[in-house]
């Protein structure tokens, strides 16, 4: 237990000082931008560093639930990152549940996962990159489907794959990415499954 706090206290301040070193990245001055790749790395850094934070804030149950409209979230969301897609933004397909879907989770961490669940896709699905979202209401319970046409996660891989820290891209990553996804789901007292 010792351990598990010690590596979440400093999972902690680890994303504070990642947050720290990239702000004069991310506030360019607009006269003198970065370099288009820079600032990639910068974002997909930022993106480790929050991963980073919301797996150590789950992990210790510092995260508490709230009541929101999972549906109305998801959405905002979404569009949001249509908005900024490189690709054609048609390569990010949505279809939400249109009445209220409240369920009781922390809003920073499902945008969190969200987004880093569409980045994801967008990263390793392949060239042209489609990726599909459904919410929809299952019983009692609200379901978020994510696909994408990618070429999926080799059977062999897919252990690994969910494992924090583990990482098979040769991208800047901390391999949280399936892992924070899983603990979000179990901490909210849903479930998590991958099929690829």
Known sequence: MLLS???SDAGLRMAGALRTELAPFLAADPLHPLRPELLQAA???LRCAENLECYSALHENLLKAKIIDFSADCSAVIHAAQEVLCSAPNNLRFNHYTAALPVAVNQSALITVLLNLIC???L???AYP???IHIMRQGGRAVLIL???G???PLHRQHRALQPFESNSHLPSFGLGLPLAILFARRFKGTFTIES
């Open 5 to 7: 706090a010690f590596c």
């Open 43 to 45: 974002y997909r850094m």
């Open 120 to 122: 994801n896709s967008l």
């Open 124 to 126: 390793y699905g392949g």
């Open 130 to 132: 489609v990726i599909s």
């Open 147 to 149: 696909s994408d046409n």
């Open 151 to 153: 070429p999926g996660i």
